[in-house]
């Protein structure tokens, strides 16, 4: 919750109209299915539907009926849907292309539900918010139930998701919220908490295409939140220009990491080794870490090292302003020998480089450097 909180603050009005779906209309939108104990809702929504009014029809249903929520706006769609998302039997929430009201109005009340929700899609979406709650909220300690979210969670995606004001443009200023909010006092309230986020189950999070990514992001995600299980994190299109501290230690906070999509951002240099890494995870299998379409112009020295590690490292290149020197040549060896154990990865031969003495790109497999 407070990494969404602070989304709020580096982002930056809507008329709220209301309706009230009634329990003839999720039970047309929610047809049961084959499997008596699972109601599949698909709803269209082009004026405003109420997460609240959902949660009273599942309060009704069977207690053994599970429930998928699938949310498609229109332009003119919102969808009233607070933080964290619970109704009884609620197991998938998928929503696409809506305004999203009413995130954080219940932040400081207990829901009395527990969590349940397995998959949890959120898609092309704006997060509505009054910029005078959201500060009340950072001065308010927040309940591990409602910090965490659901921690049933297996796949998690944020995508393409940005931040709107709902404040009056004379109602707040950017420069009377600084004076309002201390960056030092909201980190040293991290180091205060005691619990831990367990998300034992979640092994995939995307979290890709936002120009209001923070780079404090990852210290909020990993300063108490535990990720035994991950295996695929998607980080695409944020805009970083460089890899943040908590993915070059990745093996302390994602440990069953197999694939780090960092594509189509602006990194120019990567690390990813540690020495600690030896002392804590070994593994097989890969983990590959996506650097495609990214401006990397320089290789590390120590490239080679990345197999030779308790776990193999393959580092994808693919369209980035690769030039034909020696520094290419020291990829190549890197990534020939990568093929030698995991064929798999062939495409990673086709990585091109640009000669400016001939002028055109050439392919990995084919490059040649006689002056090395």
Not at 336 to 347: G, H, I, P, S, V
């Amino acid at each position: 919750m407070l990494r969404h909180l602070f989304g709020i603050l580096v982002g930056i009005d809507l008329i709220l109209t209301v309706t009230c779906q009634s329990r003839s209309f999720f039970n047309m939108n929610c047809p049961q299915t084959i499997a008596a104990n699972l109601r599949k809702c698909e709803v269209f929504v082009d004026s405003r539907l109420d997460f609240i009014d959902f949660r009273q029809w599942t309060s009704e249903l069977d207690s053994a009926v599970k429930v998928s929520l699938d949310v498609t706006c229109s332009s003119e769609g919102t969808f009233f849907l607070p933080w964290p998302f619970k109704a009884r039997g609620l197991i998938k929430l998928n929503v696409k292309g809506c305004v999203l009201e009413g995130f954080f109005p219940e932040t400081l009340t207990q829901t009395n539900l527990k969590d349940e929700l397995q998959e949890l899609f959120l898609d092309n979406c704006v997060i509505a918010s009054n910029m005078k709650h959201v500060i009340y909220l950072f001065n308010k300690p927040l309940t591990q139930e409602i910090d965490c979210g659901q921690q049933t969670l297996q796949r998690s995606v944020f995508r393409n998701i940005s931040y709107m004001s709902t404040n009056k443009t004379d109602e707040i200023t950017i420069d009377e919220f600084l004076k309002i909010f201390s960056f030092v006092q909201f980190f040293n309230r991290l180091g205060k908490i005691r619990y831990r986020c367990k998300y034992s189950n979640l092994k995939y999070i995307d979290e890709s295409i936002s120009s209001t990514r923070s780079k404090y992001s990852f210290l909020l995600m990993t300063a108490y939140s535990d990720f035994p299980k991950l295996h695929t994190f998607r980080w695409t299109g944020n805009g970083y220009r460089s890899v943040p501290q908590e993915l070059i230690d990745w093996w302390k906070y994602f440990p069953q990491l197999k694939l780090l999509d960092l594509s189509y951002n602006n990194i120019s240099t990567f690390d990813f080794l540690g020495a600690a890494s030896t002392e804590t995870v070994s593994k097989s299998e890969p983990l590959v870490v996506n650097l495609s379409q990214n401006s990397v112009t320089e290789i590390p020295v120590d490239m080679p090292d990345y197999l030779t590690g308790s776990v193999p490292i393959i580092v994808d290149l693919t369209g980035n302003p690769l030039r034909c020197d020696c520094n290419f040549l020291r990829y190549k060896s890197y990534v020939m020998n990568a093929l030698k154990r995991f064929e798999k990865y062939e495409n990673l031969s086709r990585i091109t480089c640009y000669s400016a003495i001939m002028h055109r790109k050439i392919e990995l497999v084919n490059y040649r450097n006689n002056n090395c």
